[in-house]
């Protein structure tokens, strides 16, 4: 049994330890938002937050998240810059298959609140990790600097 603070909330779950935390959430949580890539930790579609940190949860084992604060898509957007950036990412029409769209969105929260204000190169670095095979990275670029008030 392993217990685990998701979104909040205390939950405990029967998982081996080594199982990765993506699939402690998709398949026994049932918890859909957060993606599988490419299981490597080389697309950031299973991006989630650990302790405020952007985290590939397709590689973390569930029992490294143990005492820790652990924030998914369906969360993010309790947080007021998580709310922003999924307000921007309406607005500007982001996504197109939509597939990447949560780790992105998770990635650009993350840096919205290390970096409130970023310029271009401090979003290429953030997001570097985050494929997007339709390729919609202006508009990812957009909106990010949309939910930072500099649109």
Known sequence: MISLN???????????????????????????????????ALCGACTVHIDGQPTRACVMPASAAVAKKITTIEAIGATPVGKRVQQAWAEIDVPQCGYCQSGQIMAATALLRAIPKPTDKDIDQAMSGNICRCGTYP?????????????
């Open 139 to 151: 508009r990812i670029r957009a909106a990010i600097h949309k939910a930072a008030g500099q649109a």
């Open 6 to 40: 998701i979104n909040g909330k205390s939950t405990k779950v029967e998982a081996e330890p080594d199982t990765p935390l993506l699939w402690v959430l998709r398949d026994e949580l049932h918890m859909s938002g957060t993606k599988f890539g490419c299981g490597m």
